[in-house]
């Protein structure tokens, strides 16, 4: 099994979170890890991306290839096309549909959903509506993850582990919280595949 | 031994933890901050007394980590590339005095600018000074290399460049670790003189150091980080060096490359491995990441004879990173492409933070500058550089850390008039009062901007040698106190501020304009750890 990931959005919204349950859930399993995030003047409010590729053979690039990811996780619907060139042709886009807007010329948002739309394999989804729901805006990343859940190749559970562990000295309503933020990810996933 | 999941940079801080350190110097410069950040963070190095406070520039903690090695303790320093044209100076020469404990070199290149004003190649740095470099192409033999590090330049009383890429740098993968060594006791070198660069004491040094670097080519011929991998297919062979063997390897899902491989991982380069390949295959493809330099010196300047392909001759490109892809097409592989970016896809440059106290200090100085002629403003290495772009399009320049001051002074010197250099503080305590005496000494009339936000923001808020020092500091050097000026950045002041920077443009002698508010990425920062330990945060 062999899962390479494009982490996608804008500095400070926090994709290595993402990651790092993604990757612990991962490094559980035995699997095999590779991350290379970007650090510095992009954290400043500019795009940023990172790769994640997890495997149960050995990796060999910190960084995946062009027309090779088979996920592109974004939490802003511009920033989940920045990145098209690197996913492989039956790859899944999954993305937030809920812009961040911090440039002068971010473009017509009903353009960039058309763009998403017609992307062949993609889940869009408003998680911030879906993260209020469950609790809190705060676990948008968590509703994201929860859609990109059924493409991760691992056991559902796995990744619930995973949100035990990262989130385990926040307490049980953090935890519950984001359980539930995770689910409801997944369920919309499920329903739009 | 446990298997941690580490960043490059985490792996060398574990690596030199675990292989006796005693001393980790740095200025912080991306991407080769997080190696002390992960030794501050360290329970052991507090428990163990390891030093770890931040330095005031590459040159200081150059020289501090040399006076680790003298007094035969085990010592790293860290710094970004151009981190290493600073540290210059006694880099170089520590290559004649060599070391006495342990002393490794960090220096972390940046191809493709990620975060920085050139590419330079830090190899080139260790071949001239004649020091061996070590380049791990993972994180496992980053942790590794830096016991082996430590091991040579004890075995031979020389540094080690350590050299990196962003990449290394900043991905993170599973390191085993060994056991811990004990820091070695305070010993003085056996050589009384080894350290006095006399002429008479230096000659004699380097003699020393041009014989050994045969043994160091010699350590290079039997080092596992260098290896001759066998290939069936002699039509091509390959030397690749660093991280570029991941790419290479990336090609080949069974991991089996059909041509011979030299990979290299230390340096100088060993010659017969170098010599085997050459005589066993018809041409050469050399994959290194930063600048053909192993290329250059395999292929000589007039390319006669041996065929060499690689960044020189375009198989590869002459800049930027290295990727499977590029790879891919060096070896006449099909090259693989997902779908094109939708035209509608903008840029998103990095900016300013909301709130960020730089923005009122640009907005000020932009209003009081408004009647003179665009093009006087120097500055520097920071968040402020961000200034260049729009809506603020404040400044003009931005070089090196510390060369707005000099620049504004030398503009000054040619008559443009007003000159302003705009400089953070912990660039200032860097290398901008050096040039603040310059101007002090002739009374040039420039007017020095120290934006002062108590830190170092933007390779991630470390403490600045600045912070409660920068008055006491101009005054020592000479600036008049009724022109040291504070202001607080902020709208409100809007007015006032505009007022004050425009009395001191019309000054005639050097003024210090010093807006100081707390950059607004701390104060989250702090806020957050407040309040993490009053109650449990959500994600």
Known sequence: MKKDIILAGVGGQGIISIASIIGHAALEQGMHLKQSEIHGMSQRGGDVMSNLRI??????????????????ISVEPLESLRYLPYLSSDGWVITNIKPFNNIPNYPDIEFVMKAIGRLPHHIALDADTMAKEAGSIKASNTVILGASSPFLGMAYDKIEEAIRFIFRNKGDDIINLNLKALKSGCDFAQRNI | MQKLLLLGDEAIAQGALDAGLSGIYAYPGTPSTEITEYVQNSKYAQDNNIHCTWSVNEKTAMESALGMSYAGKRAIVCMKHVGLNVAADPFINSAITGANGGLIVVAADDPSMHSSQNEQDSRFFGKFAMIPILEPGNQQEAYDMVHYGFDFSEKYGVPVLFRITTRMAHSRSGVVTRETRRQNEVHLPSDQHQFILLPVNAKRRYKKLLKDHFLFVDESEVSPFNQYIEGKNKSLGIIVSGIAYNYLMEN?????????????????????MVERLVNECKEILVAEEGYPVIEELIKGYLGRGLKVKGRLDGTLPRDGELNPNLLAVALGMQDTVGLPVPELVVGRPPSLCSGCPHIDTYNALNEALAIIPRGHIFSDIGCYTLGALKPYEAINSCVDMGASVTMAKGAADAGILPSVAVIGDSTFTHSGMTGLLDAVVEKTPITVIILDNATTAMTGGQDSAATGRIEAICKGIGVEEEHIRLLKPLRKNHGENVRIIAEELAFQGVSVIIPRRECIVSIDKRIREKFKKTQPASA
């Open chain 1, 55 to 72: 495997s149960t053979q050995e990796i060999a690039s910190d960084l995946i290839p062009f027309g090779k990811a088979d996920l592109i």
């Open chain 2, 252 to 272: 080949f899902p069974d991991r089996v490359v059909p041509f011979p491989v030299l990979r290299i991982g230390q340096y100088p380069m060993p010659r017969k």
